[in-house]
């Protein structure tokens, strides 16, 4: 599935299907929450949060696609992402975008 943040597809003719989205909400372990705390006191990279949020997006990407791929479509125009804290140490990332067809 072709995935672009573009509103077209280079030399395809589009017919738009609508609206496809796909989310997840993520959180790491207690423990890491801890270290990752103790971490702010000092400064540096939250790798384990890079990788929450990092897995969140593939499957976020994935439902997505999932959804566009069930309304028979070619592509994903206008593909985006967005995200927001649900509580301390979870995060809902949503991807989202319309989904066309190739005439």
Known sequence: MLIVTTETVQGKDLEMLGL???????????????????KTLVGGELKKYNDMMSKAREIATERMTE?????????IVCARYATSAIMSSAAEVMAYGTAVKFL
């Not at 791929?69 to 070619?74: C, E, H, M, N, Y």
Request: aromatic share 4%; glycine share 14%.
């Open 20 to 38: 496809v989205r796909g989310s997840t909400i993520q959180t790491v372990n207690a423990f890491r929450d801890i270290g990752a705390g103790l």
């Open 67 to 75: 959804e566009a791929q069930r309304l028979g479509a070619d592509a």
